[in-house]
């Protein structure tokens, strides 16, 4: 069973991340003190992007892309949600349409 550890103070967490900006390597911290070289890694990681150091993780489906493929992922999701708002407001007129001029009852439209 890993052993569990109370968490570490947030002054204790941004001295090992001051250190290892520094230049410590976090093994060698984590050899020095108590925490895994993991933990310590974490600790600047998320320092950084609450800091604006480092760009916030993309979302799962995005990983693996390029600055281009994410650019042409985000186009074309714009133009995917432009193109179902369009749809929609034609599947409405067309209704409106059909009422207006009798081919369907009043009541058995969707909208």
Known sequence: MPKTHPAY???????????????????????????????????????????????????PAETGLNATEREELARLRRENKQLRQERDILSRAAAWFARETGTIPSGSSSS
């Open 9 to 59: 103070a947030p002054e204790f967490r941004r001295q090992m991340v001051e250190l290892v900006r520094a230049g410590r390597d976090p093994a060698d911290l984590a050899r020095e003190f108590e925490p895994s070289a993991q933990a310590i890694r974490n600790w600047v990681a998320s320092a950084d992007r609450q800091e604006g150091r480092r760009e916030v993780k993309p979302a």
